[in-house]
């Protein structure tokens, strides 16, 4: 399938720069499995959504993981985790005018110096060798880092940014991008949930730097995923069940819970068949697009996705490419806020997707 069946044209202020405020007032697209579209608010969310049905929440936590220092030269260097290997040691990008040689020190903010200790291919294993701060390399990001805010938000992080670009459940740190759909929820919302009877669950998929790089093969299929180390505990594998004998729908917040559940699926394909899950603790590469259905999800909540991303190919397999490029153009017709900060889509899954789309 052609890279450029996924491309659609959006206006520059479109893109949102801050969150709706308050999160539960943002704009909601209705994709339902059959009917029109419909455009409502965050806050009707428990309208959509039955009694009995279980939300998937991603608990990953992101990191202030961009920070910036010298080499021993003098030229700058912007360094982003992508990685926790262990309390002192990372793989981080690196951004320099040339890049640093294994045994390279670097002199960051807040004092700290970091030892280049080995490569990876486009990543850089680092080593912290000094901090004022206490705690490591999580210590010293915490005191001294920056949210690692997407590009396409073409402003400096701030203070707001600590709280904007963090969800109410997050609890588990190593992401360093947002499960922006959950950014939406309250505490409030989510009470009104739970108390119509929606039942909740956790994974964890920590979201890498990877997923915002863009596509280069010209066929889809031959993209390589980035990894992404992700958890689905027996409680999640228990509550997808217990859902499926109540006849509830299972819900993902996001398209990084639905990476979570369906890598879960597809590690135990005998449970798929029915429906359910096993767990799953490692690394992720699973890249759903038109002709790799889900298996487990009935719907989700989803942020509107960069062009010619795969994130917009996931939701693509999911309600078919024509249908969702089709809301994309809607919503851009009708001052749709869009990406990290912006509105967001309720997407129910669509029956009789053919398994090949073509363009």
Known sequence: MKLDAFDYHLPPERIAARPAEPRESARLLVLPAQGEFEHRAINDLPDLIEPGDLLILNDTRVIPARAYGHKASGGKVEFL??????????????????????????????????????RAGALFEL???????????????????????????????DDQDRHDYQTVFARREGAVAAPTAGLHLTEALLERLRDKGVETTFVTLHVGA?????????????????????????????????????????????????????????????????????PFVGDTQLFLYPGQPLRVIDAMLTNFHLPRSTLLMLVSAFAGRERVLAAYHEAIERGYRFYSFGDAMFIEACAGIEAAETA
């Open 81 to 118: 985790l992508e990685r926790l290997l262990d309390a002192d040691r990372a793989l981080c990008h690196i951004k320099s005018s040339r890049s640093p040689k294994v045994g390279a020190t670097l002199y960051m903010q807040g004092g700290a110096t970091l030892e280049v200790v080995g």
């Open 127 to 157: 080593e912290l060798r000094e901090s004022a701060t206490p705690g490591g390399l999580l210590g010293w990001l915490e005191a001294h880092g920056h949210m690692p805010l997407p590009t396409y938000i073409e402003r400096a992080d």
């Open 210 to 278: 990877g997923t915002f790089q863009p596509v280069r093969s010209e066929t889809i299929e031959a993209h390589e995923m980035h990894r992404e180390w992700t958890e689905v505990p027996e409680t999640a594998v228990e509550a997808v069940a217990a859902a499926r004998r109540r006849g509830g729908r299972v819900l993902a917040i996001g398209t990084t819970a639905v990476r979570a559940i369906e890598t879960a699926a597809r590690a135990h394909p005998e449970r798929a068949t029915q429906g359910e899950i096993g």
